[in-house]
Nanobody, 126 residues
Framework: QVELVESGGGLVQAGGSLRLSCAAS????????MGWFRQAPGKEREFVAS????????YYADSVKGRFTISRDNAKNMVYLQMDNLKPEDTGVYFC???????????????????WGQGTQVTVSS
């Protein structure tokens, strides 16, 4: 059974930083792409970043480019999201996700992901 558990959320002032972590278990972590998504109150879930199974290819939403960095440690079955220069509009619940099957691509659409964590709250005050 695949399980994804996020941690690292919290309350931070605008301009601050947070590092989110996602611990994966239940299968060979290194074979799968991973993604981060977020959902603000009253809004739809949106893509934030994704990384391929090797860690060499990553994609970012335009709104976070240059401020967020996704990375992974396959030896520890972990994926991270370093968030710098946070803005109030970054507030939301952040989810990590993984597809059912290994992919040659690095998916950016939520529909391409099958497993989701429970989410961690990030609140950025102005």
């Amino acid at each position: 059974q695949v399980e994804l558990v996020e941690s690292g959320g919290g309350l931070v002032q605008a301009g601050g930083s947070l590092r989110l972590s996602c611990a994966a278990s239940g299968r060979t972590f290194s074979a799968y792409a991973m993604g981060w998504f977020r959902q603000a109150p009253g809004k739809e879930r949106e893509f934030v970043a994704s990384i391929d199974w090797t860690g060499e290819t990553s994609y970012y939403a335009d709104s976070v480019k240059g401020r967020f960095t996704i990375s992974r440690d396959n030896a520890k079955n972990m994926v991270y999201l370093q968030m710098d220069n946070l803005k109030p509009e970054d507030t939301g619940v952040y989810f990590c996700a993984s597809p059912e099957v290994p992919l040659l691509t690095t998916p950016v659409r939520g529909e391409e992901y099958d497993y989701w964590g429970q989410g961690t709250q990030v609140t950025v005050s102005s």
